[in-house]
């Protein structure tokens, strides 16, 4: 038996049976993190079912090495523009050369099509750049 804060709802614990709960929405699992798994999955699984599958199907990520971010600006915005759902990420890195690393994610095909345009668009402008896997 437990006190626990007037209108919270418990959290169903299959490892030892010693529940969690949530209130408004915040959630509070006892033990180690072994048995707090099983009841966050509960909790994602019945209070938010509309978080499934959020992650992006895809992601590439290109290492562009003479050329700053500031250069890559007109390709940055064609391509957000062209491809409105994509994600595009930039981070340019401290160095004696310029460094920047530039990464879409989203959809498969649009992340496909959308880097090989700007792998394209880089060549033409002599720009170097590798891939990493992911």
């Given at each position: ?19 969690g ?12 993190p ?20 959020l992650a ?54 649009d992340?496909?099509d ?5 792998k ?10 590798s891939?990493?896997?992911?």
């Open positions: 038996m437990a006190e626990l804060p007037e209108g919270s709802r418990i959290i169903p614990n299959p490892i030892n049976r010693v529940p709960f949530s209130f408004e929405d915040h959630h509070f699992m006892p033990g180690f072994e048995m707090s798994w099983p009841m966050l999955q509960w909790v994602l699984n019945t209070l938010y079912p509309d978080l499934r599958n992006p199907e895809a992601e590439q990520t290109i290492v562009i090495t003479n050329s700053r971010e500031s250069d890559l600006l007109d390709i940055m915005n064609t391509t957000l523009y062209r491809y409105p759902d994509i994600k595009l990420s930039s981070l340019p890195r401290l160095g004696d050369k310029p460094c920047l690393e530039l990464s879409l994610r989203g959809k498969e095909n992340v496909k959308a880097m090989a345009e700007i394209s668009d880089l060549l033409q402008l002599k720009i170097t750049f891939e990493i896997k992911i």
